[in-house]
DNA sequence: CCCAAATTTGGGATATCTGTCAATTGTGCC
DNA sequence: GGCACAATTGACAGATATCCCAAATTTGGG
């Protein structure tokens, strides 16, 4: 495996057209991460990518779809690690803690993705609202507990994630270190009413980190150019 | 007073130079608001500021500058606006909630200038260097009184911006009304460690409205084109 | 009121972008 | 190995961008 992006490895073993779509979206991530959605052209994707421009008009509509393609893939896949690695952890202080720092030193294990990410949250409201949703069950889990003590409305779960997504853009600036994601995660417990002092400890425990990768591949193959 | 933008207000006893340099910001602002800053072309700052294309030239040297120039404008006058409507009030929680639902507030009711600072302020690192810079002396002070609990350092201080910016992009959406400023202050001194019911009884509060004006004229002038 | 200086205009040279299409090249199945 | 079809190429038309400049217009002090 090369310098190549996420997508065209998890792509190697596939048609030559799934492979090309790879590239295009890797380089899409690249470039979107870098510029922003509005500052990237189909033809700098394309040189990118190392393919002719009109060969990115046969798997793309235009640059709003592939935005699209990458913004859901890359939600798809972070939303799918983090739930994969919380199963079996029932109390929502832990959840929560988790959550956001798993998420930040997932979506940093990655920096195109990192900030491609963050773009895209701040982009698409439909990414922004279905990530929404899936912490809206753990903060309610955790006043069902009785530990939060603050009332769950979109407003919270809002800022909630606006906290995590600041930390995480911190992060990708270079601004914050690996430890952003327990410090802002302590702020958010004590935020929710959690006491200080359990709030520290959670936040102060290691957790094992994640790094990101696609869906696995089918069997052992996974063999590079 | 048409429906001209504010920088062309202020501008309007000035000479015709200063007169065209501000037509052209306030055209910027609203395009740099619904578009953003990469998304929009000088030959359209040029078109909805009634000019033709050279003008823009003799004003600006390029896009960015312009770009920074409305960023600096607009970011200034906030912050002088606020620090304005502080004067005298000493207790930490007291100004930590008025600076937040201020802020919150006086952007919203301009929503083009607002828009345009959230995506400054995310774009232009000098800026939000800058208005952290504002918010660290009252969250220092906080401590000082002893009504903080929490060590007040970058990410903290990252932390409660992304938590107000958040909160305003989210009014300039339509996701939250007016009261998004108070639910969002009450969160912060949370964190900050506050007791709950005091920041319920501070953020319970009605705090008077700004709403956005440049700095003031010089005499009785001000008359409209 | 007049004129020099300041300002704006309009259009042009050049570059890049989007989206399409006929022609070429490559793939993989039989 | 060869063939039908899929994929890619490269060039192009039309739109739009940037940046420049000589000519025309407007401004304001004398």
Chains 1, 2 share one sequence.
Not at 133 to 153: E, K, M, P, S
Not at 177 to 200: F, Y
Request: glycine share 8%; hydrophobic share 50%; with cysteine.
């Amino acid at each position: 495996m090369t310098v190549q992006g996420l997508f065209a490895t998890e792509a190697s073993n596939l048609g030559k057209s799934a492979r090309t779509r790879a590239r295009l979206m890797d380089a899409a991530v690249q470039l979107f991460a870098r510029d922003g959605f509005e500052a990237t052209s189909v033809n700098e994707i394309a040189r990118q990518a190392g393919v002719v421009n009109g060969t990115f008009y046969v798997h793309f509509r235009d640059r709003d779809e592939i935005a699209a393609a990458v913004a859901l893939a890359i939600g798809q896949n972070v939303v799918r690690q983090l739930d994969e690695a919380m199963v079996g952890i029932e109390d929502a202080v832990e959840r929560s803690s988790l959550a956001t720092r798993r998420f930040i030193d997932l979506a940093a294990s990655q920096p195109d993705w990192g900030a491609a990410l963050v773009r895209a949250v701040l982009t698409f409201r439909d990414l922004r609202d279905s990530m929404i949703a899936y912490l809206r069950a753990d903060l309610q889990r955790g006043v069902d507990q009785g530990l939060f003590t603050v009332a769950i409305d979109d407003l919270l779960i809002d800022t909630f994630a606006s906290m995590t997504l600041g930390a995480l853009a911190g992060r990708l600036r270079g601004d914050f270190g690996p430890e952003a994601g327990a410090r802002v995660s302590e702020l958010q417990l004590r935020m929710l009413g959690v006491p200080a002092d359990r709030a520290r400890e959670v936040c102060g425990r290691d957790v094992p980190a994640l790094t990101l990768e696609l869906a696995p591949l089918p069997k052992g193959l996974a063999k590079a150019g």
